[in-house]
């Protein structure tokens, strides 16, 4: 029910109770009824009710995983560093630890010429995220990304400023660490490379950062957008191949909206708690906790409360 299944693949509810069956373990009657009415014991039907409601919440996403990272590593490494499968691995890498709606960095075209139909924030500037969005530091003095010599430089951090949010934090800014355990997925060296792609295709400064190289005959510029027509593309493609799903249903629920929802259910599995994802992740509600398949914390929390004396 956490969703750690052989295709990463939500099972259905009726098919956890024949499991349970199959084990040996079955309905009882329930003795808080008049009525003859079968039940299994507490705690299995309290997690089983919780991921009924899950299962059947309309327009579910799937999230993205990390096996769908290292699909997406794996591709990068083959591909020139201004191409699209490289830029797309490298915000993949950043949507995973900041939890990116879709606005926030990539675009309904690939055009660079339609500058009128890049998404706008209400002061006419870009939606998404443009080089002065981004500072990287080692816990003191930011260094300004425009700055190409200091791109090749170490760093620990990488600043993120939201200069409008849908939650109405606008001018929010996040750090996020590098990872020295585990550098291919580091935030700090993902953004590293997205600003030094962006500098090497002459980005202009207001324009959005999600780039990668045109390769178009004839094409007038050197660089094209990442739209999310592409990035549902990557998705489903990868859905197929790494998770091996089949039905059209389960692939079309991976939707751009899934790595926000990866980033989510991530947090969760590895044990943050509510504040630290909604901090984290910049909810001002509970709503995040539609995404998770909140099993094994209502099992925990459970058994926690049948241990008390």
Known sequence: MDGN???AKAIAPKTLQLYLTAAGITPRPDPTTLH????????????????????QM????????LPMLDYWYNLSQSAHEDSFQAAFFDWMVLGIHAGFRKSEWCQDTYNYKLFNQIALNPDH???AFVSSDFSLHNGRTSTPSSDSKSLDET???????????????????????????????????AAQRILKRAQ???????????IYKNTSPGGHSPFSFIDHHSVELQLKSCARKVLKLTKIVD?????SHSLRVGA????????????????RLRWRSDSFMNYLRNTLLLAKQHADFLRKP
């Open 58 to 65: 309309p327009n579910r996403r799937e999230p993205i995983t």
């Open 264 to 279: 989510c259910v991530l947090l969760h599995e590895n044990g943050a708690d509510t504040l630290l994802i909604k901090s």
């Open 155 to 189: 760093y620990q951090y990488i600043e993120i400023k939201w200069r409008f949010q849908k939650n109405g934090d606008n001018g929010q800014t996040i750090s996020f660490a590098h990872d020295e355990k585990n550098p291919t997925f580091s935030p700090v060296l």
């Open 251 to 255: 692939i079309a629920r991976f939707t």
């Open 5 to 7: 299944t052989i295709r």
């Open 36 to 55: 003859k009415r079968y039940t299994f014991a507490p705690l299995l039907s309290d997690v089983l009710k919780e991921y009924k409601r899950w299962y």
């Open 125 to 127: 500037t870009s939606k």
């Open 200 to 210: 090497r295709l002459n980005l202009p400064l207001n324009m959005p950062l999600a």
